[in-house]
């Protein structure tokens, strides 16, 4: 080989340029590595919580009998164990107040993945092609943002309230985008339904009824789907779980439903599930085959065993009043000092694991502002910038909100963050 053609550039593939993975990942790492610096920007769960006696416990019973175990540290298959996407179907039921019987789900429909965040990247993958467009919340979920942006799709914003996105606005989206010849392009509905990361919304129960109606009566040239991901449905602290968008849709044809354990049990274990329509069964399945043909095996019938024995349940209502009191303790710093600055306000939510602050517009809060650098190198402070939870061109995205995550700080440093945070702003 001669020395010209040994250093011959990588030519990536156009999907390694389009992947922008980067925002969650150095938010993640600064976390670890900044121990000094208190996160309110990590989405990571109170690791006080995380349920080590309850795992201990199902593991051994797992693991008993050689046997038995054996068959759990196998390979299993592709969608996942039929015992526990038994379980899942049912505490899926459970939520919808239905008996499995009543849901109308085939097994096969059920897909357990690698966390939620496989079953959504699956969904794109198998409906997005490049150049399509999936509709969104303003703000949304940034990460799957960056996984619409990773097929070469695009993600374009719905005017949203503090209902979730609003049904008339997405109607006057599909005209505008009908107009310049693009509505062909409309693949996909994006909804995180329940406590949205990163503004803690819940969308409003008529406004599912009537995003599925529109997607139903626009679905002309082809289908286009809903997907609902209702990642924070069990982190619910006050009121009740309004009917999954997946129920608007009895047929089964329109909703793609997903949810996880990571937040009401365990991220460590990577277990979430989606539920597909029929036709969308086998490509994703034929997608998953091609990056693991299965999920972590041990992990899923440890889930498939706490949700059997109910001890599952009971973590969950632990959890629940771990982040009620660390959300109370958030919102009572946020307000202490918070009020006497002109022009801040937040959301209070009423679950989940976020709270949505916004500045006055002439604020900004990106990576390369002077906030970010002040917060996170005097204060030591760190949040995520608001403007990476929004969709549409660069320029157009507001930069002035935070994303402020009560899940992994005591209630004593969620107070001291928020001071810091507060600090910083007077500082400008
Ligand atoms: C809205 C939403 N969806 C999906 C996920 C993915 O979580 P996991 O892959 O751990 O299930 C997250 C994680 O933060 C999330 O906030």
Not at 14 to 42: F, H, T, V
Not at 202 to 209: F, H, M, N, S, T
């Amino acid at each position: 080989m001669t020395s010209a053609e040994m250093s011959a550039s990588v030519q990536l593939a156009d999907r390694a340029l389009w992947a922008k993975g980067g925002a969650i990942s150095y938010l993640m790492q600064q976390g670890i590595e900044n121990p000094q610096c208190l996160s309110l920007a990590a989405g990571f769960v109170d690791a006080s919580t995380l349920p080590v006696d309850l795992v201990r416990n199902a593991t051994d019973r797992l693991l008993a009998e050689n046997i038995r175990g054996r068959a759990f540290l196998q390979y299993g298959t592709t969608g996942g164990a039929e015992r526990a996407r038994r379980a899942v179907l049912e505490h899926f039921a459970t939520q919808e107040g239905k008996a499995v019987a009543d849901l109308g789900v085939d097994l096969s429909r059920v897909i357990l993945t690698n966390g939620s965040q496989q079953f959504l990247s699956l969904v794109a993958q198998v409906l997005l092609n490049p150049g399509d467009i999936c509709l969104v919340a303003a703000p949304t979920y940034f990460v799957f943002l960056g996984t619409i942006a990773g097929v070469g799709a695009k993600a374009i914003t719905v005017e949203t309230d503090t209902n979730g996105m609003r049904p008339d606005a997405l109607d006057a989206k599909l005209d505008e985008l009908d107009a310049v010849g693009l509505g062909d392009r409309v693949k996909l509905i994006y909804l995180v339904s329940n406590f949205e990361n990163p503004s803690g919304y819940v969308l409003a129960a008529e406004r599912r009824e009537r995003i599925v109606e529109i997607a139903k009566r626009r679905s002309t040239s082809h289908r286009i789907h809903v997907l609902e991901d209702s990642a924070y449905r069990e982190l619910r602290y006050e009121g009740d779980d309004p009917p999954s968008v997946w129920g608007c849709d009895p047929d089964g044809e329109h909703v793609i439903y997903t949810q996880t354990f990571s937040k009401s049990f365990s991220p460590g274990l990577r277990v979430g599930f989606g539920i597909a329509p029929t036709e969308l069964v086998a490509p994703i399945a034929s997608r998953k085959g091609n990056e693991d043909f299965g999920s972590a095996h041990l992990n899923q019938h440890i889930i498939a065993s706490v949700l059997a024995d109910g001890s599952y349940y009971e973590h969950v209502n632990e959890v629940c009043e771990s982040y009620r009191r660390k959300r109370d303790a958030m919102v009572a710093a946020a307000r202490e000092y918070f009020s006497d600055i002109d022009g801040v306000s937040w959301v209070e939510p009423r679950g989940g694991l976020y709270v949505w602050m916004t500045l006055p517009e002439h604020f900004d809060t990106s990576f390369d502002s002077r906030l970010f650098e002040i917060a996170t190198q005097k204060e030591l402070v760190m949040y995520v910038p608001g403007e990476l939870c929004y969709g549409g061109e660069p320029a157009e995205r507001p930069r002035n909100h935070m994303r402020l995550s009560y899940g992994v700080l005591s209630p004593d440093e969620i107070t001291e963050g928020i001071r810091r945070l507060a600090n910083a702003i007077r500082s400008l």
